[in-house]
């Protein structure tokens, strides 16, 4: 069975940090480019980031308002990858998303495989 399964969200305060896990099973975590997402409460969903190291590819992309903030990274040896998030605000307050693609891109329509989400909440 084909699974992508997110850990790691929680409460935290403005300037606080945690880390995401997104753990795959049913398939190899390192073919694929890996997504990270969120939605906001009354907004769309938005990518925030993605790490693309397949044939010996290193592209890892942020949007600009987590960029020195939040890092990605993957352990393939783990079929895991993980989302650093530093100086964390209010602003990043959603529910987050891993994502598996073909794709090197930020837009979600390019994903395969979707994880189930996890609650990010920072109070001010």
């Known amino acids: 069975q084909v699974q992508l399964v997110e850990s790691g969200g929680g409460s935290v305060r403005d300037g606080g940090s945690l880390r995401l896990s997104c753990t795959a099973s049913?398939?190899?975590?390192?073919?694929?480019?890996l997504g990270w997402f969120r939605q906001a409460p009354g907004k769309e969903r938005e990518g925030i980031s993605f790490?693309?190291?397949?044939?010996?590819?290193?592209?890892?992309y942020y949007i600009d308002s987590v960029k020195g903030r939040f890092t990605i990274s993957r352990d393939n040896s783990k079929n895991t990858a993980y989302l650093q998030m530093n100086a964390l605000k209010p602003e990043d307050t959603a529910i987050y998303y891993c994502?598996?693609?073909?794709?090197?891109?930020?837009?979600?329509?390019?994903?395969?495989?979707w994880g189930q989400g996890t609650q990010v909440t920072v109070s001010s």
């Open positions: 994502a598996a693609g073909p794709v090197a891109t930020i837009l979600d329509k390019f994903y395969r495989y």
């Open positions: 049913g398939f190899n975590l390192a073919n694929h480019v």
């Open positions: 790490i693309n190291n397949r044939d010996n590819d290193n592209d890892i």
